[in-house]
């Protein structure tokens, strides 16, 4: 059973066009992640949200964390082939050691 | 900076045999971590060592040992390989209030 729900699980795309990609759970989360990997390589941390409604701005992406802790957003605007790649999420459960992950959007920017 | 290697980038193995994937991180992190990626599935964790010294097991432990055989070095065994574990093996280190680093991946076959 997936902790973490992600939705689409792919998406693609033209150059220039807007994007978004979610990330839902019937679990509160102190925290949640987003990683980008490519392929051939691990995954790395785009950015982590921790207070409810809290919305972050990473250049052309931008974050939000649901209210309640439960789901969470990435809006990417004016895609470029560099966008392209696996997105995933990952929150902590009752064990803060444990970082649990979404099943991943593969996301496809076509120039 | 090295961060997290992990040995070997590719293996070929055949029902039954055993083999060790190894993972070093040069970032002196306490906490290191065994995950597999398989499509559609996203990131599972098999084992984890919050501290040296110290191993548990995550969500896919079965048919898997490790070794946290120094702060640095992770190690992850398969006795007896199965079909079903084939996979892509990513290691992954985190200190204390930061993020995962992801090494770049073993990809395992059994046939």
């Known amino acids: 059973t997936q902790l973490l729900e992600q939705s689409p699980q792919f998406l693609s795309i033209q150059e220039g066009e807007n994007l978004t990609v979610y990330c839902n759970s019937s679990s509160v989360f102190s925290s949640l992640q987003w990683y980008r990997q490519e392929p051939g390589e691990g995954p790395v941390l785009l950015v982590t949200v921790v207070t409810g409604g809290e919305v972050k701005k990473l250049k052309r992406l931008t974050f939000q964390f649901g209210d309640a802790r439960k789901d969470s957003s990435l809006h990417i605007t004016a895609a470029q082939t560099g966008d392209t790649g696996l997105y995933l999420c990952?929150?902590?459960?009752?064990?803060?050691?444990?970082?649990?992950f979404g099943a991943g959007t593969t996301v496809t920017v076509r120039a | 900076n090295a961060g997290v290697t992990q040995t070997p980038k590719f293996q070929v193995l055949k029902t039954g045999q055993s083999m060790t994937l190894q993972c070093a991180q040069d970032m002196n992190h306490n906490s290191m971590y065994w995950y597999r990626q398989d499509p559609g599935m996203g990131l599972r964790l098999i084992y984890y060592s919050a501290s040296e010294g110290t191993t548990d097991k995550g969500e896919v432990p079965n048919g898997y040992n490790v070794s946290r055989l120094n702060k640095r070095e992770f190690s992850l065994r398969l006795e007896s390989a199965a079909p079903s574990q084939t996979s892509v093996y990513f290691c992954a280190s985190r200190g204390y209030n930061s993020p995962l680093h992801f090494g770049n991946g073993t990809r395992l076959t059994v046939t």
């Open positions: 990952a929150a902590r459960g009752a064990d803060d050691y444990k970082l649990s």
